[in-house]
């Protein structure tokens, strides 16, 4: 019984399914407290708000979803046209702004 516990104890914790990287999340806080005035307040709601998305979002849809933000904010011109047209594209924006809808009512009240 001992055992049991013990591995048990031991054994590594399995990740979880929506679980973001770190430097993630902090690029992300590190952009909303800019945007909200980098105070202590601020801070607190940001990290509310990943935490939301995250809550929401798989990882790897938040990062396509993400990239094709950049991509379209670097006003590529025709070249952007692939980030901006395909059904996939917008569906993952589309993901993207609900889940941060969200965050932005549970968290900046």
Known sequence: MKRVVLALLLA?????????????RADYVLGCMAANGNSRLALERCACSIDAIAEQLPYDRYEAADTVLRMQ???????????????QTRAAVE???????????RCFP
């Open 12 to 24: 590594p914790l399995p990740a979880l399914a929506h679980d973001y990287p770190t430097v993630a």
């Open 73 to 87: 904010a670097g006003n590529l011109g025709e070249r952007g046209a692939e980030f901006r047209d395909p059904p």
């Open 95 to 105: 993901a993207l702004r609900r889940a941060q809808a969200e965050a932005t009512l």
